[in-house]
Nanobody, 126 residues
């Protein structure tokens, strides 16, 4: 079974850069056709997809976060990393990593997030 585990600081100060790592077991992050995503959920709000890195290393970002989001990976360690710069209290959320894939039907992309980490809570506060 595929397992994902987020790790990183639970508290970060405003203006700093948040760095989180997702460690994957049971599957290789280089396996063809899979993408590896970061998703967050602020308190009392819905899920927000932040970005993804593909099996080949290509990156994709939410337009609202692209300017300060960076995804990378270390294939030797089978993990991928999120960096979110210039954080504010509005970035306080539970952060999840997840595996996703897609298929095309009726000229539309259908995405599936089949495995998730348990999430890690991050608070932005001075």
């Amino acid at each position: 079974q595929v397992q994902l585990q987020e790790s990183g600081p639970g508290l970060v100060k405003p203006s700093q850069t948040l760095s989180l790592t997702c460690t994957v077991s049971g599957a290789s992050i280089t396996t063809n056709l899979y993408y590896w995503s970061w998703i967050r959920q602020p308190p009392g709000k819905g899920l927000e997809w932040m970005g993804a890195i593909s099996y080949s290393g290509s990156t994709y970002y939410s337009p609202s976060l692209k300017s300060r989001t960076s995804l990378s990976r270390d294939t030797s360690k089978n993990h991928f990393t999120l960096q979110l710069s210039s954080v504010t209290p509005e970035d306080t959320a539970v952060y999840y990593c997840a595996r996703d894939y897609y298929y095309v039907s009726d000229s539309k992309y259908h995405w599936f997030f089949d495995y998730w980490g348990q999430g890690t809570r991050v608070t932005v506060s001075s």
